[in-house]
Nanobody, 126 residues
Framework: VQLQASGGGLVQAGGSLRLSCAAS????????VAWFRQAVGKEREFVSA????????YYADPVRGRFTISRDNVRNTVYLDMNTLKPGDTAVYYC????????????????????WGQGTLVTVSS
């Protein structure tokens, strides 16, 4: 599967953005999908994940309550709605996919995912 992340940009603190991860190739509905982010000088970190059907979602503590992940298996797209953005959310955001079953431990591990998109830059100004 090929992943294409989009939707990044410059936004003021308190604002909102919607990221999209569009997939092409094999049947999208067999993949669990996650978002990771990497700020300058920091390790890539888990942000959120969603199961194949959308029935299970996972969030990192810093974004829980502000970000919402969803998917549309007809449009082969996963979304990340980001609200109340903070300067600390500034990073390149990557989407990733896996055919493995995910759980609360596996979702945060980068090695769980065998497909990665190219990243989209989110900049939050204070």
């Amino acid at each position: 599967v090929q992943l294409q992340a989009s939707g990044g940009g410059l936004v003021q603190a308190g604002g909102s953005l919607r990221l999209s991860c569009a997939a092409s190739g094999r049947t999208f509905s067999i993949y669990a999908v996650a978002w990771f982010r990497q700020a300058v000088g920091k390790e890539r970190e888990f942000v959120s994940a969603i199961s194949t059907t959308g029935g299970s979602t996972y969030y990192a503590d810093p974004v829980r309550g502000r970000f919402t992940i969803s998917r549309d298996n007809v449009r082969n797209t996963v979304y990340l709605d980001m609200n109340t953005l903070k300067p600390g959310d500034t990073a390149v955001y990557y989407c990733a996919a896996t055919t493995w079953a995910i759980n609360s431990l596996a979702v945060v591990d980068r090695d769980t995912y065998n497909y990665w998109g190219q990243g989209t830059l989110v900049t939050v100004s204070s």
